[in-house]
């Protein structure tokens, strides 16, 4: 699988998954957008940098933690959002990985998250930009990707048990089970 199949939504859908604020930054793409961290990174997302909140700085590389990451350093912010969607979006992520997803769903419906067209399509976007996990495609993913498709295999089961009625399935996931299923 290519790098480009993970980028499938708007830059804009992005964004919203990341950031709150209405101001919406159009860089060439987003993988630029999030490694040049010198030139265009918003601002918000190098504060949390600085803060050690979503991410580290490794030499020119901006490394995104997945949920568990978060998690385990005690980074993740409110379960409802109320600072960024990626909180709400990491929340359920990590109570899906570390207890089940019955427990995420629980979640969802405590913060009201199944009824915010916000949430819902910044979690589009993640699922849309996450490496997929080896279950969905019969292959592991690249040695850094592991913990980040496992962030995908377990939102991918949410949005399959509880919210498949108002979030898509991922068009790159698609497009992968398309391409392997022409292989063989």
């Avoid at 010198?38 to 490394?63: H, M, P, Q, T, Y």
């Avoid at 709400?88 to 019955?102: E, Q, T, V, Y």
């Avoid at 009625?165 to 063989?184: G, I, N, T, W, Y």
């Amino acid at each position: 699988m290519t790098p480009s199949l993970w980028i499938m939504k708007p830059r804009s859908v992005i964004h919203k998954a990341v950031c709150r604020s209405p101001v919406i930054h159009k860089p060439p793409c987003l993988t630029e957008h999030v490694t040049s961290a010198g030139k265009c990174v918003r601002k918000d997302l190098v504060r949390a940098v600085k803060l050690g909140v979503l991410a580290e700085k490794k030499s020119s590389d901006l490394i995104l933690w997945d949920s568990t990451t978060r998690a385990t350093k005690g980074k993740l912010g409110a379960p409802d959002g109320t600072k960024s969607w990626i909180d709400a979006i990491h929340h359920c992520a990590h109570r899906a990985r570390s207890i089940d997803l019955n427990a995420a769903k629980q979640l969802l419906d405590d913060n009201g998250l199944a009824n915010s067209p916000v949430f819902l399509t910044a979690l589009e976007a993640v699922l849309e930009v996450l490496p997929l996990s080896a279950r969905y495609t019969g292959f592991d993913p690249v040695k850094a990707a592991p913990p980040a498709s496992s962030d995908f295999e377990a939102l991918e089961n949410l949005r399959r048990l509880a919210l498949a009625e108002q979030v898509p399935a991922p068009k790159q996931l698609e497009l992968v089970l398309a391409e392997l299923a022409e292989a063989s």
